[in-house]
């Protein structure tokens, strides 16, 4: 409820929801509370087209407007509740009255409502059918099969209750598949709900269904066959207003429940297949992604390598440096050296010339004097 264009609900913690869009509007739901929805479509009213809450006799909500795609359309009560028991009032009285006066479902004026025809049996009386037929024969193909044709048909099989547990929202806490000792008449429930799994919930159904008007499948393979089951089975149903039948299915089935049992085994089959190839794709995909990252983490570690390479030939050509710099400095010590020691024999030997040219002009000057 609330979840598409076409309900709207309040909810146990506060909320008006429409279209999976949640606005608080009233204070949570508690223990032992009466509550009540107001539909209001008097066109004159400033709350015409509009829903209210009300708790215990009191305006819980402001009025919330109803889309506009509901408006002028039949609109249905329904109560969504899971793991408590509430008790539902469509009588002519309120159990909780209002502040005003307010007109329930029972009393609404034929102009406002919608009648759905009831179609009753001509002679007064409701079928409840009793399938006889072979485990694992197609039995529940039938039955499916006869339900799509017979809407107006309710199963009654430890599979609808499974089923209606499912579409209740109790998930199934265990891991499922086609077990030894278990089938759609006996299936496991694993629900971890005590009166599902002890299928009290079985006997408190076949206890109900006498009270309603309805035709009833009785689907119930193992105590069909049996006649002391099948005699426990029975007697809920021996009331005037039911007519109880057997159904014989022994022998070679028609030519459409042939044509839809190679349906659904053509669907099964072509389902699996499907698995099977979005599986391998997947698995394909896979390894396209690992060997991609293989391809990567080879490319990120040549390019380590290549780094570290690199890394370690800057590192020795700064080691060389300084050495190659020192040595180049040893030599022009050297050669400074060299140079100095040629400087000074170069001065050496000019000392010695002027040495020599002073002893020549010395010896000059004595042979001039002797003269």
Known sequence: LGDTEDSVCFDSEGQFT????????SPKFAREQVLGVLLNLDAVSPNANTVSLFRDGERASPPQKLPESLHGKA?????????????????????????????????????????????????????VLYPVCLPDEGTFDWLDMFLDK?????ELS?????EWAEASGINRSKVHGHKSGFSNDRPDMGLGVPPLEEWTIRDMVRSIAPVAHRNF????????????????????FNLPHFKRIALVMVGEPDRHFKERVHGHLLKAKQEASDLAFQRKLAEERQKRLLAKRQRQIERDQRR????AKRARLAQEEAAKK???????EDANDAEKKEEKKE???????????KEEKKEEGKKEEKEEEKK
């Not at 400087?343 to 010339?353: D, I, L, P, S, Y």
């Open 304 to 307: 380590r390598e290549r780094a």
């Open 322 to 328: 300084p050495k190659e710099k020192k040595d180049g």
């Open 343 to 353: 400087k000074g024999k170069k001065e050496e030997k000019a000392e010695e010339k």
């Open 158 to 162: 430890d599979r609808k209750i499974l």
């Open 75 to 127: 609109l249905f009560p329904a109560v969504n509740f899971r793991n408590l028991s509430i008790h539902v009032n469509f009588g002519e009285s309120q159990l909780a009255p209002t502040p005003f006066k307010c007109q329930m479902v029972q009393e609404a004026a034929r102009a406002d409502v919608d009648m759905l025809p009831h179609k009753a049996p001509k002679d007064g009386k409701y079928e």
């Open 18 to 25: 429409h279209n999976k869009r949640y606005v608080p509007v």
């Open 217 to 236: 499948v009785v689907m119930e393979v193992r105590g069909n066959l049996l006649k002391d089951e099948r005699s426990k089975l029975l007697k809920p």
């Open 150 to 154: 017979h809407p107006d048909y309710v």
